[in-house]
């Protein structure tokens, strides 16, 4: 008996540092501006805008999800992250695909969209989403 509970925790040991705890994050888009377009909350409703993140430690993924009326369901773009980046100045963790031009800056607590910046274009990317998850 001795021989197996060995054995066992020889397993446990070597298998327990390559566990890494995964998370996901499924967040729905609430304000969504693209290319000048200022989208109305029945727009962003009917469309179904978000993103997912899958990270794992070692990779990560993001999709931008829309619904998709030829495929009558929310359809996604799953993206490989290029790079990850942590601030922790203001708990803000960052996911960059390069090949897309497309980022997500996660927040640990939501953050307001100011009112004025819809108004405010120039300041603006050429698209930005806004949500929660």
């Known amino acids: 008996m001795q ?3 060995r054995i066992i925790l020889l ?3 070597v298998i327990l540092p390559f566990q890494v705890e995964a998370v996901e994050y499924s967040c729905q888009v609430n304000a969504k501006y693209d290319f000048g377009k ?3 909350k029945d727009e962003i409703k009917k469309w ?7 990270d794992s430690g070692n990779k990560a ?3 931008r999800c829309s619904y998709s009326s030829i495929d009558g369901k929310v359809t ?3 993206y490989r992250v290029d790079r990850v980046e942590y601030d922790e100045n203001v708990s803000i963790k960052k996911y960059y695909v390069f090949r ?8 640990r607590t939501p953050v307001p969209l100011p009112k004025d910046r819809v108004r405010k274009s120039y300041a603006l990317p050429v698209q930005w989403r806004h949500g929660l998850c």
């Open 3 to 5: 021989i197996i509970e």
């Open 11 to 13: 397993l446990v040991l």
């Open 38 to 40: 200022v989208y109305t």
């Open 48 to 54: 179904q805008f978000g993103a997912k993140i899958e």
């Open 61 to 63: 993924f993001i999709s």
């Open 76 to 78: 996604c773009d799953r």
């Open 100 to 107: 897309s031009q497309y980022n997500i800056q996660l927040f």
